[in-house]
Each structure stands twice: as structure tokens, then as C-alpha cells.
């Protein structure tokens, strides 16, 4: 991810002496997926939701530009989908509504340009915000929130070590692409983006079990059936591993994104001779 930003950052100064700009503005739709404690695969059988959002860019010349977006999925994970039989024991599920803002260069390989070159991949990096709320439904079906509940002992006076996550965090988005000029109006765009947070609580699984009578002292029995759901009714070890602490948690989406094009409001002249009807030209 450094080495994404920085290989931009040189690159930028030499791309944009002397180049007329431009903006983009338009939507992106796609699929999104996550990757953590309860989903073992970066690209599974499973898990997909769709996404969508809003994408704007200013481009300082053909190959380097800025965006910015907001973007809206959902995310979730099952062990009963799991091959894993440690993790079928454990029986934990999420799902969470996920909004993001972000912002990042965009590099194209080859100069893009109304009259010139129609077509070229493209990278991008940044950096996001976003908001999560984990939950599950319990036996009962009912939508259950598990940060209040402190499935890890978070909060508690008992663990000083282990803190309350975080509804709001940041990521790293970074990707890349291929995007098309359709006409001398509309940029056709599709990419693959990841997004490696700083959060190993996106699916509220990190660390490992804490006592469970404690628990139940503190949240109540909502909290203990939720922090271990296995059908075999027996408590987990203290201190067993519930999740994995030494990797955070990522995202990722699969989008297309239509733009509409046209040149910066700093070159009106060059705008109207390139997209107005020819009686406005005169």
C-alpha cells in the first residue's frame, strides 16, 4: 500500500505540467465481499452483497487524478457455511451495514483524452472512513447488536487490555483497472478495489474466550449464549482461541463506474468547442 502512494507521488509532479484538466462525476455499482475471522477465503462461494455509490474525480492531466467517493453495503459471514469443523463448533455469524467515505490517486497507464487515446488501466490508493454495527440473530431470530454485549470481555474492568472497538474506523483502499472513453461524454470503468482496516472487529470475532460466568455477571446471558453459539452447550476454555489477533480485517469490492465527462470549469473555451452543438461554437 505505501509503495502504491509513494510510486504516485513521484509520479505526479510529471504528469501534470502543462495539461488541461478535467472532472468526472457519476455512480458505481458492483458486488462487495469481506475477508476476516469468519471467512477464512478472500474470494469464497459465498458471502457476496451488492454495493453501490457515488465517484467523483479531477484529473490535473491524462494520467494522474484525485477521487473521491461514498459507497453503501452489507457484509456478513457464517461458520455453518464453513468447511472448517473448529469453526462449524462454533456456530458464530455476523452481518453488518457498512457506509464509506474515501479518497485516493488514480494512475493511468496510458495519457487518456477526448481525441487522443480511448482506453487504459488504471491503479489507485488512499484512504477511507467508514461505519459498521456488528450483529446477529440469536435462536429466537432476533437481531441482536454484539458490540454492546462485549463478546471478548471489551470494557470490562477485568481485562483492562482489551478495549471497546470502534463503530467508525479507517481503511486502506487501494486497486486498479480498465476504464473506456464511450463518445466524447461518458468514462466506462471497472475495477476491483481492497480495503485492509484497522479493525480486527469488522465481524466482532479477534482475541480468544473470556470466562463465561464473568461475562454473564457483567452483559447478562445475551452475552454469554453470543460469544460462544456451539449446539454442544459447553463453555469454551478460558483464554481458548475465539479468533485470530494477529490480522485485521478487509473488504473489498467489484464495481462498474459511469462517469460523465468534461473539462474543468478553468477552461470554459475548451469545453464548449469539445461538447456544445456547433451553432454554439461560432
Known amino acids: 500500500m505505501k509503495r502504491i502512494l509513494l510510486l504516485l507521488a513521484l509520479i505526479l509532479p510529471h504528469c501534470i505540467q502543462a495539461q488541461q484538466t478535467h472532472h468526472e462525476i457519476g455512480i458505481t455499482v458492483g458486488a462487495s465481499n469481506y475477508w476476516g475471522d469468519l471467512q477464512p477465503k ?12 457515488i465517484v467523483y474525480k479531477y484529473f490535473m492531466g491524462p494520467h494522474v487524478g484525485v477521487r473521491l467517493g461514498a459507497s453503501y453495503t452489507s457484509l456478513s459471514a457464517a461458520d455453518s ?3 472448517i469443523p473448529v469453526s462449524k463448533q462454533r456456530n458464530l455469524s455476523f452481518a453488518t451495514h457498512l457506509f464509506e467515505f474515501h479518497g485516493a490517486l488514480e494512475f493511468n497507464f496510458f495519457p ?22 456488528p450483529f446477529a440473530e440469536d435462536n429466537s431470530g432476533n437481531k441482536i447488536f454484539l458490540r454492546p454485549l462485549s463478546t471478548e470481555g471489551q470494557g470490562l474492568p477485568m481485562y483492562p487490555d482489551r478495549k471497546q472497538y470502534s463503530l467508525v474506523n479507517m481503511a486502506f483502499p487501494f ?3 480498465m476504464k473506456f472513453f464511450i463518445g466524447q461524454k461518458l468514462m466506462l470503468t471497472g ?40 449446539k454442544d452447550n459447553i463453555n469454551p476454555n478460558y483464554g481458548y482461541q475465539r479468533g485470530d489477533s494477529k490480522s485485521n480485517d478487509w473488504y473489498w469490492f467489484a464495481n462498474i463506474t459511469c462517469t460523465v465527462y468534461f473539462r474543468a470549469f478553468g477552461n470554459p473555451r475548451v469545453y464548449l468547442k469539445t461538447k456544445c452543438p456547433a451553432f454554439f461554437r461560432q
Not at 478472500?42 to 455509490?53: I, S
Not at 483524452?113 to 467508514?130: C, H, M, Q
Not at 480468544?208 to 445475551?222: E, I, P
Open 42 to 53: 478472500f474470494f469464497a462461494n459465498y458471502g457476496y452483497h451488492p454495493m453501490g455509490g
Open 191 to 230: 475495477e476491483l478495489g481492497f480495503r485492509y482496516t484497522n479493525t480486527d472487529y469488522l465481524d466482532d470475532v479477534s482475541k480468544s474466550y473470556v470466562n463465561m460466568d464473568t461475562l454473564q455477571a457483567y452483559k447478562g446471558h445475551v452475552s454469554k449464549d453470543m460469544s460462544y453459539r456451539g
Open 175 to 177: 486497486g486498479g483497472g
Open 81 to 83: 457455511l464453513s468447511n
Open 112 to 133: 487518456v483524452e477526448i481525441l487522443k487515446r480511448k482506453a487504459s488501466p488504471f491503479l489507485f490508493g488512499g484512504i477511507s472512513v467508514f461505519y459498521f454495527n
